[in-house]
């Protein structure tokens, strides 16, 4: 099992090293599939089959997880566990390696399905709001303060309209109006995570924890991840 020292923060940390993996790896994919596109010569296609080979069957001896780690990376982990250094602890435990590991498959495999439910219930819950609250139409002298019943969330307007670039000793200039569902989901997360413009690629793993875990909309199991 997972040891469960790290905090939050160090798991949103490693999910957003798992992101930066799969892009490398999917920018190296692209190298390798351009360069082998410009070797039409029949002499480098031959000097080239025992090279692919032992690349194929190198694949084929690893896991998926560690077929999906770019070579270079890998190389560095491996430098890291063999190093005599007797200086400060290795950079990277096998504590931290394994939240490494749930970061890539929270980017790879978790995201892409949470999307596709988180879009749903915030879209409910967005339509609710504005029969109860008429959250799209209000303004600095009437607005939603705060959401939940039991674990109370104080909504961060900050992070919509591009109200950020007012100063904070003059929210009633914010433009309180929520547009969208997209907008509601980013009221409950830190102004620094909600650079997303729809539930899409553009949503990473951490916002898409974020918006599970301070809406009260998603079943517990899903809630409970704050607690990993």
Known sequence: MLNRNLQASDLIRLCHIGIEIANAECESNRRRWSAKSDETSPNKRKSKEFTVGLDLNEYYAKTPIQSSIPT?????????????????????????????????????????????????????????????????????????????????????????????????????????????AVDLSKLFLETNMVHYKGFDESCDSSALLGIIVNIDQFPEMFRALQNM
């Open 72 to 180: 270079d990376i890998d190389r560095r982990i491996s430098e890291i566990e063999c190093s005599s250094y007797t200086g400060p602890p290795a950079e990277i435990d096998d504590n931290k390696k394994r939240w490494l590991v749930v970061g890539i498959c929270l980017h790879s495999i978790l995201s892409p399905t949470l999307r596709k439910y988180v879009e749903p219930v915030v879209t409910n819950l967005y339509n609710s709001l504005k029969l109860s609250d008429q959250i799209d139409k209000q303004s600095c002298n009437g607005y939603l303060k705060m959401y939940g019943a039991v674990n109370v969330k104080y909504l961060n307007y900050n992070a919509i309209n591009n109200n950020k670039t007012i100063p904070s000793n003059r929210t009633l200039n914010y433009d309180y109006k929520v547009h969208n």
